[in-house]
């Protein structure tokens, strides 16, 4: 069960640090917008030797943020990086998830990563396995049930 655990507190971090990335990069797009005005497509900027909008915004973009010790263009590559690697992480397990035996494992990787409605789940799985419907129920879905919700809660749906 420690690999359910883990993947679930590993999927709650990678939406923690959506979300943070997402910030920052609101916080680039709001910076743009000071200087250049609002993003229109195929407009090219004026970057002639009297505009000064544009190094005014690579100064921002670039200014040392002494709180986080990073300018904003180092925040965001650094967190794009522990999105990238998060991700990274949670397809190497669930691609171990799916190769395991247990019957716990088999039911969570169809609910929470095949994305199966738990009944569904629970149908798919005892077939699979050869058991009843009923002793899934009774006995496999309960060991799982808590992060299951844990993930409901936090994202809306599994």
């Known amino acids: 069960m420690i690999a359910i655990r883990n993947y679930s507190d590993t999927k709650n971090e990678l939406g923690v640090a959506q979300i943070r990335l997402d910030y920052l990069l609101d916080k680039k797009e709001e910076l743009y917008s000071k200087h250049f005005g609002p993003r229109l497509n195929d407009v090219k900027i004026d970057c002639g030797p009297n505009n000064d909008k544009v190094a005014d ?11 986080t010790g990073l300018s904003l263009e180092d925040e965001l590559s650094e967190q794009q990086d522990v999105v990238r690697k998060l991700k990274y992480y949670l397809s190497l397990m669930e691609y171990n998830l799916k190769a395991m ?7 969570y990787y169809a ?5 199966m409605k738990v009944t ?18 009774k006995y496999y879905y309960p060991r799982i049930e808590k992060e299951i919700k844990k993930l409901e809660f936090k994202y809306g749906e599994v």
């Open 111 to 115: 609910i929470v990563i095949e994305g």
């Open 57 to 67: 915004y690579i100064h921002n973009l670039t200014k040392i943020n002494p709180i």
């Open 120 to 137: 569904r789940g629970i149908e798919f799985v005892a077939d699979e396995v050869e058991k009843d419907v009923s002793t899934i129920w």
């Open 101 to 107: 035996k247990s019957i716990e494992y088999k039911l």
